[in-house]
């Protein structure tokens, strides 16, 4: 069973004991020297047409439905914040050169934070309420049972502080292009102008503040979550000091 999935969500009812408590603190010090690193190359300019036609959503009946459920619930910093998810995850997808299902991936992708738009309190994490309630939504679409998981999961596994390949890579993905949206995570792997290109279709709006002001709220209504965790350890100076919201 392994830390932060859907397993765990349910055994543990999104509760961290004191060890997982003192192993997500060092695991967020390490997190944070890493946003601090040198630059490295990223796109180049004459890829960069190439790179948006390939993160573009999938047109598939599952995907254009997580769509428009994210859309129905807002506000519409998060619903940017759901597809740019999807965009950063496939970019750093394809410079790692990995494989995986984009129906899958996009699925993950757009419901990761619908417990965020729609909360049920009776759920310590948010990312196990918007497990359960991805579930419930694939299985109304005809999703098979497999795929649901899978997507499920993905949607637990991103309040992580990593999520390596071997546990999904579409969740994987999730957790990687949320990462660049919320603080800027792997940021210095695109190219400037890739960056400039994607926020020119998908405009981040207030999604700083939206995220403090839900951050916050699950820090006063579940101290014992994974998220009040990171909140207590310093994560909203963090998605303040993103480098995207500097021009």
């Known amino acids: 069973m392994h830390f932060g999935s859907l397993a765990w969500a349910r055994a543990t009812k999104g509760h961290l004991t004191g060890f997982e408590r003192l192993r997500q603190l060092w695991a967020l010090a390490i997190a944070q020297l890493k946003l601090r690193r040198a630059p490295l190359p990223g796109f180049r300019p004459d890829d960069l047409e190439l790179a948006l036609r390939e993160s573009e959503l ?23 914040h759901a597809v740019r998810t999807y965009v950063w995850g496939t970019l750093l997808g394809l410079r790692d050169g990995l494989t995986w299902d984009r129906e899958t991936f996009a699925a993950a992708a757009l419901l990761h934070d619908v417990a965020l738009a729609r909360r049920r309190q009776e759920f310590t994490c948010f990312a196990h309420d918007g497990a359960e309630q991805s579930l419930h939504f694939l299985e109304t679409q005809g ?7 899978r997507i499920a999961d993905a949607v637990c596994l991103h309040v992580r502080v990593d999520v390596p390949p071997s546990l999904g890579v579409e969740a994987h993905l999730v957790h990687a292009g949320a990462g660049v949206d919320v603080v800027g995570r792997r940021l210095h792997e695109l190219s400037p102008e890739l960056r400039r290109a994607v926020l020119e279709r998908h405009p981040r709006l207030d999604l700083i503040d939206v995220l403090a002001r839900v951050f916050r ?9 994974r998220i009040s965790r990171w909140v207590q350890s310093g994560f909203l100076s963090f998605i303040r000091n993103n480098p995207l919201e500097r021009p």
Not at 58 to 73: G, I, N, Y
Not at 217 to 225: D, F, N, W
């Open 58 to 80: 999938p047109d598939t009946p599952v995907v254009t439905a997580c769509h428009a459920l994210v859309e129905s619930l807002g506000p519409p910093a998060l619903v940017g």
């Open 143 to 149: 999703v098979e049972r497999a795929r649901r998981e």
């Open 217 to 225: 709220e699950e820090h006063r209504q579940h101290p014992t979550a």
